[in-house]
């Protein structure tokens, strides 16, 4: 009687595709395991959720009050949080203390101090005003706030109100959407096109490389923001807000996308004398499909540290030309329209609490840092970091 033969699979029997799948999950498993093991690229990208989380889905729910609430309270300072109850005792429930208006003789002004007698008590998900939770479902249900019905009179006013007595933490929150999403559709749009110029300068060469290239050389000629200037002034007054949001983000894009363009054609200069492109060409793909398969995957890895750099640049951007009144203007809100309503001396001197969205800027420009350094060692697994 034979014995049945015991026979091994051998690297030759495993079909290519498969091969190839095991050798791309095994690129993005380093990966992820290096990129766990940065502590700070995690932290960043936490910080980065959080944000996107909080300003752009749900900055109606956080925020205690609308965009365009105006309370009495003109200029009020921060309400400080206690843990207090009604009576002045001890409580683990968080409170503010109220705000009593007073006259201040030296400034001829009304100013508003904080009032220990008064105690609010905070709630959780507490009635408030009314609003479309993701712009569809109807509610008036907030994250936390005081109970009006049993305290008509309390507010909540954790980093103060503007000089329209527009709530300052409500405002940070709704202008953190529109800062943080005109980086990431900028930062969008910038791939595509530097990207495609950058592929094309560096596939093709020649002529049709000087031309890109010349014309890289003469955007990057300007002065940024003489640049920005002349084509903010370009944008008609009399457009709505959402015109003026997107031909601000095609402005930056117009600007920005020089710099990728040159390192992805540095990177196709590389990749095209690499000889599986050069058997692609031999067995007659098209120009289009050797790009698309085989040149532009290649870059990828580098594109998307590069994207998670410049991101923090468009932020930034946007908030100096709002800032300087060349960018977005009310009743659009931005972290730039908000910093741009205390350029006057007067303000920082009588209500520095204004100043509160710059922390928060710095945190998402150094969360945004953060984890592209930690992408940038993670998607190259096999290097020394």
């Known amino acids: 009687m034979e014995e049945p033969q015991l026979t091994s699979t051998t690297e030759t029997d495993i079909p290519a595709k498969g091969k190839q799948e095991q050798l791309s999950q095994a690129y993005w498993s380093l990966v992820w395991w290096k990129f766990k093991k940065n502590k700070l690229a995690i932290v960043g990208a936490i910080i980065i959720l959080l944000f ?7 900055a109606e729910f956080v925020a205690p009050y609308r965009l365009d609430y105006q309370s009495n309270h003109l200029e009020a300072r921060p309400q400080p949080i206690v843990f207090k109850n009604p009576e002045g005792k001890f409580s683990l429930r968080p409170a503010v203390y109220g705000l009593d208006q007073q006259l201040d003789m030296v400034a001829r002004t009304r100013t508003w101090v904080v009032n220990k007698e008064k105690i609010y008590p905070l709630s959780l998900f507490v009635k408030g005003q009314p609003y479309k ?3 569809l479902i109807p509610t008036n249900i907030h994250l936390f706030g005081v109970n009006t019905e049993k305290y008509p009179d309390g507010t909540v006013f ?3 109100t503007d000089r329209l007595g527009r709530d300052l933490f409500s405002r940070i929150f709704y202008g953190g959407r529109l800062s943080l999403f005109l980086g990431l559709l900028g930062q969008f749009l910038t791939l595509i096109l530097g990207m495609v110029l950058g592929a094309i300068s560096g596939y093709y060469g020649g002529t049709t490389d000087i031309l890109i290239q010349r014309l890289v050389e003469f955007v990057g000629a300007f002065p940024d923001i003489p640049l920005f200037m002349a084509l903010a002034a370009a944008i008609p007054v009399e457009w709505s807000p959402i015109l003026v949001y997107f031909m ?21 200069l590389s990749l095209r004398e690499r000889e599986y492109v050069l058997a692609a060409k031999s067995a007659g793909a098209s120009d289009w ?9 290649g870059t990828l890895s580098h594109v998307i540290v590069i994207a998670t750099l410049m991101i923090p640049g468009m932020i930034l951007s946007e908030t100096a030309l709002s800032w300087l009144g060349l960018g977005l203007r009310p009743p659009l809100t931005s972290w730039g329209v908000l910093l741009q309503e205390v350029s006057a001396v007067r303000v920082i001197r009588f209500a520095p609490w204004m100043l509160t969205p710059v922390p928060f800027i710095i945190l998402a420009v150094l969360a945004f ?12 697994p096999y290097g020394g970091r």
Do not use: K
Request: hydrophobic share 50%.
């Open 369 to 380: 840092n953060m984890l592209g350094d930690g992408l940038r060692d993670a998607l190259d």
């Open 133 to 135: 939770l993701l712009g």
């Open 158 to 160: 954790l980093f103060g």
């Open 248 to 268: 601000l983000t095609i402005i930056l894009v117009f600007i920005r996308w020089g710099g990728l363009a040159r390192q992805v054609r540095g990177l196709i």
């Open 52 to 58: 996107y989380t909080s300003c752009g889905l749900f």
């Open 289 to 297: 499909r050797i790009m698309s398969r085989h040149l532009l995957p």
